[in-house]
């Protein structure tokens, strides 16, 4: 019986999850299913970054949503094209 209980608790709380959780339609599509996203590698310093995944964590963002908010920024501030 303590088994169909826990299985009952989880149950409740993938019911509850489900509940929850947008429609399909409204879920966000991944970056790299998007055709509005390209993956760039490339090299940073240990210490830059360390620094912005800490500025990361802090502000619960992802750093490359920060990473582009600096350079659209920076892109901004020097105009060249």
């Known amino acids: 019986m303590a088994k169909k209980k ?4 989880f149950s409740d709380l993938m019911a509850s999850r489900r509940a929850d959780a947008p429609p399909p339609e409204e879920m ?3 970056k790299r299913n998007s055709d509005e996203y390209v993956k760039a590698n490339f090299y940073l310093p240990k210490d830059l970054y ?3 995944k ?4 802090e502000l619960e963002q992802d750093m490359g ?5 600096a350079l659209e ?3 901004a501030q020097n105009p060249r094209l």
């Open 50 to 52: 360390k620094r912005l």
């Open 73 to 75: 920024e920076w892109l």
């Open 65 to 69: 949503d920060l990473t582009a908010q």
């Open 28 to 30: 966000k599509v991944a």
């Open 54 to 57: 800490a500025l990361s964590v």
């Open 6 to 9: 826990s299985e009952s608790k």
